[in-house]
C-alpha cells in the first residue's frame, strides 16, 4: 500500500495525526519514515534524546486520544522493543478524560436495555464516579435493591477508533514495504494484536466473562472476592457490575486506623496473582493499586478484568525453568529455554547473547531468593532483548508488566515479603506435574502419535515436493544451521519411534510367551535360562531408558 492511499482514505483523521506530530517536533522522523516530505528547518527531531523524545511522543499520543493512548500504554510494557527511557515516558500515560453528558448516558442506557432508565434502576448517579477515554462509571440501585457500578461506552467511541485502527493497520503495511525494521519487528502482526486487545475492550462482554473466569478461579477461597455480573442489566456497551465497597490497596493510613493486618493482605495478593498465573493461565493483566480494594477480614477484591493475560502449558513451563534456571546459574540451560521458546532467530549474534545472559545470572547466582527483585529481572531480560532484537511473546510482556506493578505494591504492604521467594512454590509444584508419570505418558503417547501422522504423511509430502521441483517452482532458503536443527530434530524423532516400536515389539513378544506358558502349563526356559523373568527386565529397563530421554530433552 502506498501513502497516497492511506491519505485518501482517511484524509482528515491522517492529517490530524501527522499534524499533532509535526507540532510535537517529529517533523524529522516523519520525513525520515517516508511520510512527509520535508523536515521542518526548526526542529530538532536528530538531535532529541531518548528522554526529549519520550516526552514529546507522551504529550503527542495523549492528544490524539483513547486509541493511541493505549498503543503507548502497551508499549511501555514492551521493553524488548522499545528503549527503557521512552518506555519509562509512555506509563505516565493517564487513561483520565473528562465525562461526557449524563443526558447521554441516559440515551446509551436506554438504547442498550430496551427500557426507561428509571424502569431499570430504582436510583441512577447523574455524576460519574470515574472517567476514562473509553467510558464513564455511574453508581446506581437495582428495583431488588442491590448497589451497583455501571460502567458506559463513550457515545461514537467505536467508529473514531474503528478509523484509527484502520490508519495504522495502513501505516504498518506501508512501513514493512519500506522499512528494514518494521519487517525485521513485524509490525503489522503487532498491530493487528493490538487491535484485537483494543476491539475487546470495547466490548464489555468480554470484560463480563474474564471476571466471571477469574471468580471461578477462587469459588472456594472466601479471601479473594470477584464482583458479580448482572448479565440482565448488560450489553457490549454496558456492563452492570456489584459495587465494592472497601478501602483502596494503597491507602495504607487507612488499612492501619482500620486494624487490617498489611503482611497478610500481601501474602493473600501475591498468593492469588500467582496462582491465577501459574496454576490457571488466565490472570488480571493490570494489578495496579486502583484496581484491588480491601474488604473486611483482609479480604482481596479485584476489580476492572479489561486487560487479561494468558500463558499456555509450554509458557508457564518455560517462565518457571527460566527462574530455575537463573537460580542455578546455568547459562546454557537458559539459552535452551529461549531456543525452544522459539524466539531466537538466525540473526541472532549467539556468542553476544550468551554473553549477555551470563552477565544477568551471574548477577543472581547464589543470591539469596529475598534479596532478588523479580521484577528487576523481568527488566534487566526485557532489554537483552531489546539490544539483540528478539521479540518476546506478548503474553510474557503483560505477565512482566503485572508482576513489575505487583511488585511496587507489595514493597508498600510489607518490604519484607520477597515475590520471587513466594514464586518458588508454585514453580515447583508446575515441575512437578509437568514431570509426574501420569502427564508423563499422555504427553508421550501424543508425541508418539504426532510422529507417527508426520511419518504417515510423509510419502505424500515427499510426492508433493518432487511434483513442485518438476514444475522448477520450488525455492530455498536454508542456511547451514537450519539444516543442522532439521536434521537434529528429524534423528531424534526417528530415533524415538524406532526405540518405541522396538520396545512395543518386545512386549507383544513377551506377552505371546507368557499366554503360551500358561496355556501349556509350563515354564519357559532356553538353555536353562528363565526367559520371561529376563524379558521383563529388559523390557522395564527400556521404558524407563525411554521416559528418561524424553525428561532429558525437556520435549514431550
Do not use: C
Given at each position: 500500500?502506498?501513502l497516497?492511499?492511506?491519505?485518501?482514505?482517511?484524509?482528515?483523521?491522517f492529517?490530524?495525526?501527522?499534524?499533532?506530530?509535526l507540532?510535537n517536533g517529529?517533523?524529522?522522523?516523519?520525513?525520515r519514515?517516508g511520510?512527509?516530505?520535508?523536515?521542518?528547518?526548526?526542529?530538532?527531531g536528530?538531535e532529541?534524546n531518548?528522554?526529549?523524545?519520550g516526552?514529546?511522543?507522551?504529550?503527542?499520543?495523549?492528544?490524539l486520544?483513547?486509541?493511541f493512548?493505549?498503543l503507548?500504554?502497551i508499549?511501555?510494557?514492551?521493553r524488548?522493543?522499545v528503549?527503557?527511557?521512552i518506555?519509562?515516558?509512555?506509563?505516565k500515560?493517564q487513561?483520565?478524560?473528562?465525562?461526557?453528558?449524563?443526558?447521554?448516558v441516559?440515551?446509551?442506557?436506554?438504547?442498550e436495555?430496551e427500557e426507561?432508565?428509571?424502569?431499570?434502576?430504582?436510583?441512577?448517579e447523574?455524576?460519574?464516579?470515574?472517567?476514562a477515554s473509553?467510558?464513564?462509571?455511574?453508581?446506581?440501585h437495582l428495583?431488588?435493591?442491590?448497589?451497583?457500578a455501571?460502567?458506559?461506552?463513550?457515545p461514537?467511541?467505536?467508529?473514531?477508533?474503528?478509523?484509527?485502527?484502520?490508519?495504522?493497520s495502513?501505516?504498518?503495511?506501508f512501513?514493512?514495504?519500506?522499512?528494514?525494521?518494521?519487517?525485521t519487528?513485524h509490525l503489522r502482526?503487532?498491530?493487528?494484536e493490538f487491535s484485537?486487545s483494543?476491539?475487546?475492550e470495547?466490548?464489555?462482554?468480554?470484560?463480563?466473562r474474564?471476571?466471571?473466569?477469574?471468580?471461578?478461579?477462587?469459588?472456594?477461597?472466601?479471601y479473594?472476592h470477584?464482583?458479580?455480573?448482572y448479565w440482565?442489566?448488560?450489553t457490549?456497551k454496558?456492563?452492570?457490575?456489584?459495587m465494592v465497597?472497601g478501602?483502596?490497596v494503597?491507602?495504607?493510613e487507612k488499612?492501619?486506623?482500620?486494624?487490617?493486618?498489611?503482611?497478610?493482605?500481601?501474602?493473600?495478593i501475591?498468593d492469588s496473582?500467582f496462582?491465577q498465573?501459574?496454576d490457571?493461565g488466565?490472570?488480571?493483566?493490570d494489578p495496579?493499586p486502583?484496581n484491588?480494594?480491601i474488604?473486611?477480614?483482609?479480604v482481596v477484591?479485584?476489580?476492572d478484568?479489561?486487560?487479561v493475560g494468558?500463558?499456555d502449558?509450554?509458557l508457564?513451563?518455560?517462565f518457571a525453568t527460566?527462574?530455575?534456571?537463573l537460580?542455578d546459574?546455568?547459562?546454557?540451560?537458559?539459552i535452551?529455554t529461549?531456543?525452544?521458546?522459539?524466539?531466537?532467530s538466525?540473526n541472532t549474534?549467539?556468542?553476544?547473547?550468551t554473553?549477555?545472559?551470563d552477565?544477568?545470572?551471574?548477577?543472581y547466582?547464589?543470591?539469596?531468593?529475598?534479596?532478588v527483585?523479580l521484577?528487576?529481572?523481568?527488566?534487566e531480560l526485557?532489554?537483552?532483548?531489546?539490544?539483540?532484537?528478539?521479540?518476546?511473546?506478548?503474553?510474557?510482556?503483560?505477565?512482566?508488566?503485572?508482576i513489575?506493578?505487583?511488585?511496587g505494591?507489595?514493597?508498600k504492604?510489607?518490604?519484607?515479603l520477597?515475590?520471587?521467594?513466594?514464586?518458588?512454590p508454585?514453580?515447583k509444584?508446575?515441575m512437578w506435574?509437568?514431570?509426574?508419570p501420569?502427564?508423563l505418558?499422555?504427553?508421550s503417547w501424543k508425541?508418539?502419535?504426532?510422529n507417527?501422522?508426520?511419518?504417515t504423511?510423509l510419502?505424500?509430502?515427499?510426492?508433493?515436493?518432487?511434483t513442485?521441483?518438476?514444475?522448477?517452482?520450488?525455492?530455498l532458503d536454508?542456511n547451514?544451521?537450519?539444516?543442522?536443527?532439521f536434521?537434529g530434530?528429524?534423528d531424534?524423532?526417528?530415533?524415538?519411534l524406532?526405540f518405541?516400536?522396538?520396545?512395543?515389539s518386545?512386549?507383544i513378544?513377551?506377552?505371546?510367551l507368557i499366554?503360551g506358558?500358561a496355556?501349556?502349563?509350563?515354564t519357559?526356559l532356553?538353555?536353562?535360562f528363565?526367559?520371561?523373568?529376563?524379558?521383563?527386565?529388559?523390557?522395564?529397563?527400556m521404558f524407563l531408558f525411554?521416559?528418561y530421554?524424553i525428561i532429558?530433552s525437556?520435549?514431550m
Amino acid at each position: 500500500m502506498d501513502l497516497l492511499k492511506i491519505r485518501i482514505r482517511h484524509t482528515k483523521r491522517f492529517q490530524e495525526i501527522i499534524n499533532v506530530f509535526l507540532r510535537n517536533g517529529f517533523s524529522h522522523f516523519l520525513f525520515r519514515l517516508g511520510l512527509t516530505n520535508r523536515a521542518s528547518s526548526t526542529d530538532s527531531g536528530s538531535e532529541m534524546n531518548m528522554q526529549d523524545a519520550g516526552v514529546k511522543l507522551r504529550h503527542a499520543l495523549q492528544e490524539l486520544g483513547p486509541t493511541f493512548i493505549k498503543l503507548g500504554q502497551i508499549a511501555s510494557s514492551r521493553r524488548d522493543l522499545v528503549p527503557p527511557e521512552i518506555a519509562f515516558e509512555l506509563e505516565k500515560l493517564q487513561d483520565h478524560v473528562a465525562s461526557f453528558p449524563f443526558s447521554k448516558v441516559r440515551e446509551i442506557v436506554e438504547a442498550e436495555l430496551e427500557e426507561p432508565l428509571e424502569r431499570l434502576f430504582s436510583h441512577f448517579e447523574e455524576e460519574p464516579l470515574a472517567s476514562a477515554s473509553i467510558g464513564q462509571v455511574h453508581i446506581a440501585h437495582l428495583p431488588s435493591g442491590e448497589k451497583v457500578a455501571v460502567k458506559v461506552q463513550r457515545p461514537d467511541i467505536r467508529p473514531n477508533v474503528e478509523t484509527d485502527l484502520s490508519i495504522l493497520s495502513d501505516l504498518a503495511r506501508f512501513l514493512e514495504d519500506n522499512t528494514d525494521w518494521a519487517k525485521t519487528y513485524h509490525l503489522r502482526d503487532m498491530i493487528i494484536e493490538f487491535s484485537r486487545s483494543l476491539e475487546d475492550e470495547l466490548d464489555y462482554r468480554v470484560e463480563g466473562r474474564n471476571s466471571e473466569r477469574i471468580a471461578k478461579q477462587f469459588e472456594e477461597d472466601p479471601y479473594v472476592h470477584i464482583p458479580q455480573v448482572y448479565w440482565d442489566f448488560s450489553t457490549d456497551k454496558v456492563l452492570t457490575m456489584e459495587m465494592v465497597h472497601g478501602v483502596k490497596v494503597n491507602d495504607l493510613e487507612k488499612l492501619d486506623t482500620g486494624g487490617y493486618d498489611r503482611k497478610l493482605i500481601a501474602r493473600r495478593i501475591v498468593d492469588s496473582m500467582f496462582h491465577q498465573i501459574l496454576d490457571e493461565g488466565f490472570f488480571h493483566g493490570d494489578p495496579h493499586p486502583g484496581n484491588i480494594y480491601i474488604l473486611p477480614e483482609n479480604v482481596v477484591s479485584y476489580l476492572d478484568f479489561g486487560m487479561v493475560g494468558r500463558l499456555d502449558n509450554e509458557l508457564k513451563y518455560h517462565f518457571a525453568t527460566l527462574l530455575i534456571h537463573l537460580r542455578d546459574g546455568s547459562t546454557e540451560d537458559m539459552i535452551d529455554t529461549f531456543s525452544a521458546m522459539g524466539i531466537l532467530s538466525e540473526n541472532t549474534d549467539m556468542r553476544a547473547f550468551t554473553r549477555d545472559v551470563d552477565d544477568l545470572q551471574t548477577r543472581y547466582y547464589d543470591v539469596s531468593l529475598n534479596e532478588v527483585s523479580l521484577g528487576s529481572i523481568f527488566v534487566e531480560l526485557f532489554q537483552v532483548a531489546y539490544r539483540h532484537h528478539i521479540i518476546i511473546p506478548s503474553e510474557i510482556s503483560i505477565l512482566g508488566k503485572a508482576i513489575l506493578t505487583l511488585e511496587g505494591l507489595i514493597a508498600k504492604l510489607d518490604p519484607e515479603l520477597s515475590i520471587m521467594e513466594a514464586v518458588e512454590p508454585f514453580g515447583k509444584r508446575l515441575m512437578w506435574e509437568r514431570y509426574n508419570p501420569k502427564n508423563l505418558l499422555e504427553n508421550s503417547w501424543k508425541d508418539f502419535v504426532e510422529n507417527i501422522e508426520i511419518l504417515t504423511n510423509l510419502p505424500k509430502d515427499l510426492k508433493a515436493i518432487t511434483t513442485t521441483i518438476r514444475k522448477g517452482k520450488l525455492q530455498l532458503d536454508i542456511n547451514v544451521q537450519q539444516v543442522q536443527v532439521f536434521l537434529g530434530r528429524l534423528d531424534r524423532i526417528s530415533n524415538r519411534l524406532s526405540f518405541s516400536i522396538i520396545l512395543l515389539s518386545f512386549s507383544i513378544l513377551m506377552v505371546g510367551l507368557i499366554i503360551g506358558s500358561a496355556i501349556a502349563g509350563q515354564t519357559n526356559l532356553l538353555w536353562q535360562f528363565p526367559i520371561i523373568e529376563a524379558g521383563s527386565i529388559i523390557a522395564s529397563l527400556m521404558f524407563l531408558f525411554l521416559i528418561y530421554t524424553i525428561i532429558r530433552s525437556g520435549r514431550m
